[in-house]
């Protein structure tokens, strides 16, 4: 069983510049959640969506949206990058079992902004 | 909003010897704490977790604790070896499938 991929691995981009991550969740699982990891802090909750729907966001600002598709792939975009926005970016997936409430990580897309 | 706290930021141990992560948490709905383990480089992996109706869990050398009305929840590694060495982030959220509030992290470094 595949877990979950995210693309691409690495980004460069520039400030002001717009970014498009993506995040195919483990097959079968309907939630896939969102977050920030900057360089040597933690995990910042960005963004949860389930069944297609936006179900809870973090504290930060609407330049950071995203959506989820039937097949419940998703898609986090970045507009107007600034500086502060390098980071990881992870996509967990969560679902099966109602007797799990387990988040999967995926390896994550290292965004650069110069 | 729920606030997770976590300590030691940082953790030396002699291989052998147990490691012990503290986190205490706000939001007294919170009723489900997992923790993650991230080795350099890689993705963030579950390695036990706790539902707010047990007080402790198990699972070989791993265990967890949590007091409901301290709120605060701590992770247990004994017996530790150098591959323990990773940082580990505890987590909580307040019901089935919301998202997770993390900790800070704890680097853990095991000392052969």
């Known amino acids: 069983e595949a877990g979950v991929t995210q693309s691409p691995t690495h980004l460069i981009k520039t400030r002001g510049q717009q970014v498009t991550l993506r995040c195919s969740p483990i097959?079968?699982?309907?939630?896939v959640y969102w977050y920030q990891q900057a360089l040597g802090l933690g995990l910042q909750f960005l963004l949860w969506?389930?069944?297609?729907?936006?179900?809870n966001r973090g504290n930060f600002p609407p330049r950071f949206s995203g959506r989820q598709f039937p097949n419940y792939s998703s898609e986090l975009n970045v507009n107007a990058l600034e500086l502060e926005d390098s980071a990881l970016y992870l996509c967990?997936?969560?679902?099966?079992?109602?007797?799990?409430?387990?988040?999967?990580f995926g390896a994550g897309t290292r965004l650069s902004v110069l | 909003g729920e606030n997770v706290e976590q300590h030691p930021s940082t953790l030396s141990v002699q291989e052998g010897d147990s490691a012990v992560i503290k986190c205490t948490y706000s939001?007294?709905?919170?009723?489900?704490f997992p923790w993650y383990k991230q080795e350099l480089g890689k993705r963030p992996q579950l390695i036990i977790d706790?539902?707010?109706?047990?007080g402790e869990k198990k699972d070989q050398r791993i265990a967890v604790t949590l007091n409901k009305t301290a709120k605060h929840f701590s992770l247990h590694i004994t017996e530790t070896q150098p591959e323990d060495s990773a940082v580990y982030f505890c987590?909580?959220?307040?019901?089935?499938?919301?998202?997770?509030?993390f900790g800070p992290g704890t680097r853990l470094s095991v000392l052969p």
């Open positions: 967990a997936s969560r679902g099966g079992s109602l007797a799990k409430n387990i988040q999967y």
């Open positions: 097959s079968g699982h309907t939630s």
């Open positions: 969506y389930d069944e297609g729907e936006e179900r």
């Open positions: 939001d007294s709905a919170s009723n489900y």
């Open positions: 706790i539902r707010s109706n047990v």
């Open positions: 987590a909580a959220s307040k019901a089935f499938g919301q998202n997770f509030v």
